[in-house]
């Protein structure tokens, strides 16, 4: 995946519904068989930005034995495609989808049910994307490979200013404000201030999660009011950067030396090594404080589905358990050489070779131990609106934190009521 489209997968986590938009459907007339014994099944992939990928899923595909498997690559809007298609009777057999099939695609019976699918391979997946992609203790997808955010620091900078990299919030901000000279600035979390990237880490950091384990709104709570006036005070400190040429997803900001620590993705590791090598680290977003929360990283995965209306289910589930649960060697494959990815499995992150050093390891790590799926499945769009709405006010306008979450939990609590319904 290219910067910008795994940039889009970790926004995914706030949740898409399938789009009631007719007429989308392209395969037509597609056989149900492919004139033999075998089933024809049609899979679906959002067009990757790095070179080989295309050919190395069809490569995938010809290998399956037990059916006769069309790879469709699908540029532009592939989301509103695949959303579209599912309300038709012409949609994939197999497709991904960022982060799993959305809550109205599990309730509107789009998609099959994969929990039978892993087996004694259930306990070796990333647990965090295992658990966004079961709804009622069901699961609709299995996860294909990891993308992550991170925090990255310039180990020449922190050591010339005497600061450690910061294990709390406050030990952040501490160096930023050490870090920032009149040529650099201590920090960069986006144009915007964070408001796009640090909703999720702003909770985890305060012990707190969108909703609690029973589904309810979960951080109406003073920790949170303290997480999230935190980030207002790196506004008014004057440490971030702002205005930066290319937003967090680029690593430009960081290499060209404006900012000594930055949050963005693992896919700019290659690039931040080759301007920079050895003169960096990576950190998760931290804990709040000594005694409250934990460190955390946004994780995300296109998840394998099986539409629910295929005319061979059965052969389409025979085939994601195939790729993605029994071609450990593939999967590898697919993680590794075609970009930068972490493997879904933790037995895989082991034999990865570009994941056993240096940052990429420490990345990898962090990923297994303090990684959280973006939002869980019934955190809607709109619930996600009105959080982003609210980060905007409190970090850049000084809105009083405890009101601005009060509205939120008032459209989520209503959002809750209408996924139940």
Request: charged residues 20%; glycine residues 10%; proline residues 6%.
């Amino acid at each position: 995946m290219s910067g910008m489209t795994r940039r889009r997968l970790l926004g995914i986590g706030a949740g898409l519904s399938a789009m009631a938009v007719a007429g989308c459907g392209s395969n037509s007339g597609r056989p149900s068989t492919s004139g033999g014994s075998k089933p024809a099944l049609q899979q679906w992939y959002h067009q990757y930005g790095e070179a080989g990928t295309q050919q190395a899923v069809e490569k995938y595909a010809k290998a399956y034995p037990d059916a006769t498997v069309t790879v469709q690559w699908s540029p532009g809007d592939y989301d509103k495609k695949a959303s579209t298609a599912l309300l038709t009777d012409q949609g994939p057999d197999v497709f991904e989808y960022g982060n799993g099939p959305t809550i109205d695609m599990i309730k509107g019976k789009q998609v099959a049910e994969l929990t039978d699918l892993l087996g004694d391979a259930k306990s070796d997946f990333n647990p965090a994307l295992i658990e966004r992609m079961t709804y009622q203790g069901k699961l609709y997808g299995i996860p294909q490979v990891i993308d992550m955010q991170l925090l990255v620091y310039r180990k020449s900078m922190l050591s010339a200013a005497g600061v450690q990299p910061p294990q709390t919030v406050d030990e952040l901000l501490a160096a930023a404000k050490k870090l920032t000279t009149a040529k650099v600035k201590g920090l960069f979390v986006g144009n915007d201030g964070g408001v796009g990237v640090l909703g999720g880490p702003a909770l985890w950091s305060a012990g707190l999660d969108y909703l609690t384990a029973d589904n309810q709104f979960g951080f109406d709570d003073p920790a949170a009011f303290e997480s999230l006036r935190k980030l207002r005070e790196f506004w008014t400190a004057k440490v971030l950067l702002l205005g930066a040429p290319t937003d967090w997803s680029d690593p430009a900001a960081f290499t060209q030396g404006l900012t000594a620590m930055q949050f963005t993705g693992l896919w700019t590791l290659p690039a931040i090594e080759k301007a920079l090598p050895g003169d960096y680290g990576v950190l998760p977003w931290p804990k709040l404080n000594a005694t409250t929360g934990k460190p955390s990283v946004p994780i995300g995965a296109y998840g394998s589905c099986v539409n629910a209306k295929s005319k061979n289910v059965d052969a389409a589930k025979k085939y994601v358990k195939w790729l993605w649960v029994d071609q450990t060697d593939d999967q590898l494959d697919f993680a590794q050489s075609y970009g930068f990815h972490i493997p879904a499995r933790k037995s895989l992150v082991e034999k990865a070779d570009k994941l056993k050093s240096g940052p990429a390891a420490d990345a990898a790590k962090l990923a297994t131990e303090n990684g959280h799926a973006q939002s869980p499945i019934l955190w809607s769009p709109k619930a996600g609106s009105a959080y982003t709405d609210a980060l905007n006010k409190i970090i850049r306008s000084g809105a009083d934190p405890a009101a601005e979450i009060k509205t939120v939990r008032t459209v989520t609590e209503a959002e809750l009521k209408r996924i139940a319904g």
